[in-house]
């Protein structure tokens, strides 16, 4: 395979056409290898339009919806990241690229591994890859608020504690709903006690483990 044909490949026909166009994220997804952080068994998918397995039973993200959710998300040099769900850590060496700290949460021991070793197998400094269940947010940190918070899994809703966690002018790039209507949205803290919420398109991808189940009850 021809990885470099491959890469032109996937931004041109894939990433272009889903309305990808900013340079800097162009640039950054030819900087950040894809296939570095692709298992060795699924390395002929690296570029493909599909999610690619990880260990116990996770995915990585297809590539126009990674690189859509990290144009959107439009990181800062001098802003901090919260990511939830590190898989491979593919993500958060695309958001490190432009931050200036990312905490990845994993709640797979194997895959916390995975993710630490490939970042630092990349040479990836400016990551910390935290085990623990960051589902329905995330306490690890103390009272640290983020800029940007990047959900790589779903939720039915979307939890308080996370919009407790986001800085003023801060944003949660997440896919909020459930299987088959879920829409990809962007979640902006305007001030101390209001958010404005911007769906961006709609996608469908796996839950977070350990999601809040919503009620079936109606009224």
């Known amino acids: 395979m021809n990885l470099e044909q491959a890469r032109r490949n996937m931004i041109e026909q894939q990433i272009r056409t889903w309305d990808v166009l900013d340079l800097d994220i162009l640039q950054t997804l030819v900087a950040v290898r894809r296939e570095a952080f692709v298992p060795t068994a699924y390395q002929a998918l690296a570029f493909v339009d599909t999610e690619i397995p990880l260990p116990q039973g996770e995915n990585m993200l297809s590539p126009k919806l990674e690189a859509r959710l990290l144009q959107e998300a439009a990181v800062q040099s001098h802003e901090s990241v919260l990511e939830i769900g590190a898989g491979s850590g593919y993500?958060?060496?695309l958001l490190a690229h432009h931050a200036k700290q990312v905490v990845t949460v994993e709640i797979v021991p194997e895959l916390?591994?995975?993710?630490?070793?490939n970042l630092a197998d990349y040479g990836i400094?400016?990551?910390?890859?935290?085990?623990?269940?960051?589902a329905r947010g995330w306490s690890g940190s103390g009272s640290q608020t983020f800029?940007?918070?990047?959900?790589?899994?779903?939720?039915?809703?979307?939890?308080?504690?996370?919009?407790?966690?986001?800085?003023?002018g801060g944003r949660i790039l997440a896919v909020i709903g459930e299987a088959p209507v879920m829409s990809a949205c962007m979640i902006t803290r305007v001030s101390d006690d209001a958010w404005d919420t911007v769906k961006l398109f709609?996608?469908?991808?796996?839950?977070?483990?350990?999601?809040?189940?919503?009620?079936?009850f109606r009224f």
């Open 91 to 93: 993500m958060a060496a």
């Open 112 to 117: 916390r591994e995975l993710a630490e070793k």
């Open 125 to 134: 400094g400016n990551v910390n890859v935290m085990l623990g269940d960051g």
């Open 147 to 168: 800029d940007v918070i990047m959900m790589s899994g779903s939720l039915p809703r979307m939890p308080d504690t996370f919009l407790q966690q986001l800085s003023v």
């Open 202 to 216: 709609e996608t469908s991808i796996k839950a977070l483990r350990n999601v809040e189940k919503p009620s079936a």
